[in-house]
C-alpha cells in the first residue's frame, strides 16, 4: 500500500466542519490479489518491479504531456473512458487527491444496450461504435457484419441516437464528478493552480469512437481535450498508430516507471 498527503494549496476548498488534521489519499491491494497478478506475469517470464494503479500510472504520462507544451503541470483532472468503466482521478502537484469509478458505464455498457435494443449480435454492435460511433458518416464495408446491415437498414440511425442518449447521460455523471473535485480540493477558480481552471484530459479507447472526441469539447468546453500516447513522448515511425490512440497512454505511464514510489509523477 501507499498514501500521499494533499499539498497544502489544494486544502482549501475543504468542506466547512471538516476535522483537523492532515487529508490523505491512500491505495491498496491485497496480498492474494497482488500476487496473483505478479505469478501470472513472471510466469510469461516478466521481471515484475513494481504494481502501479491506472490513474497513477496515466497521470504519470499525461505530466509528461503538459511539460513539454510548457503547460502547467500541478493540476490534473483526468477521465479514462474505457469497456468495463470509467474513472475520474484528480491530482495536485502530481498527488492523487480524488478518484471515482464509474462502473458498466463504459464502451461495453454501449455494445451491450445496442444488443439488446437493436437485436443485432456483439460483434456489429462492437464494429458500430468503432465504425460510426457519433458521427454521421457512412459505415465501412466489412464481410463480417454485411448480412445484419442488409437486414436492418435503420440500424445506424438507431445506433447512433442510442450511442448519443448513452453518451450523454455518462458525460452529466462526469461533470458532477470534476466539479466536485474542484470545488474539494480547488482553490478560487481564476486563480494560477487551481484545479478547476483547467479542462479535463480524456484517455482511453472510448476517446478513439468516431466523433466522441468533438463531443467532449462541446460539452465540458473548449479546454477539454483528448489525450494520445505521441503527445507525452516522441515516437519512432513505427510506433504512429500506437502513438495516435488515447488508449495507450496508461500502458506508457506504465513502461515510464522506475521502482520508485508510485505515486512520484516527477
Known sequence: MC????????RGGRAAGASEGTPVYALGMGHDQAESIID??????????????TATASARA????????GGVTNALVMVEIGWSMIGIAAFADGVPVYERLLEDAGVGA???????????????????IDRVGLSSGPLTPDAGVADDRR??????????????????????????????ASRRFGTDRHEPGSIDSFGPVFIGGGCAIPGVAKSLQQFFGASARVLSAGECMTCTSAAAAAASDPSFVCALGLALHDGSHPGDLG
Do not use: C, M
Open 62 to 69: 499525461a505530466s509528461l504531456a503538459a511539460a513539454s507544451t
Open 110 to 128: 454501449v455494445a451491450q444496450r445496442l444488443v439488446n435494443e437493436l437485436k443485432v449480435s456483439p460483434e456489429v454492435a462492437e464494429h458500430v
Open 3 to 10: 498514501w500521499w498527503e494533499t499539498p497544502a494549496w489544494a
Open 40 to 53: 501470472a506475469v513472471e510466469t510469461a517470464g516478466v521481471r515484475v518491479i513494481a504494481l502501479d494503479a
Open 151 to 180: 437486414r436492418e437498414p435503420e440500424l445506424l440511425a438507431e445506433a447512433r441516437a442510442i450511442i448519443s442518449t448513452q453518451f450523454q447521460s455518462v458525460l452529466e455523471d462526469v461533470r458532477a464528478s470534476v466539479a466536485y
